[in-house]
């Protein structure tokens, strides 16, 4: 199953956890354009984005991923 690591950034601040909840709702709102479901799992600091993909539809481009 394909995954996508979102992080909210480096530095801590206050509202770090809703750039981060902003960034992996997008993410999941663009993976969910070509895929069925988008499993969104928190961590501290990041969110892994576990989404299923039909074998015929294209895969997103490495450029679409953040790092």
Do not use: I
């Amino acid at each position: 199953m394909p995954v996508v690591t979102v992080r909210a950034g480096s530095k801590q601040h206050p509202g770090r956890f809703d750039v981060l909840v902003r960034k992996a709702t997008e993410k999941a709102s663009n993976l969910l354009e070509e895929n069925d479901r988008v499993l969104v799992v928190y961590e501290k600091g990041c969110a892994s984005l576990y989404y299923e993909r039909d074998d015929a539809a294209p895969t997103p481009s490495p450029a679409n991923r953040p790092s």
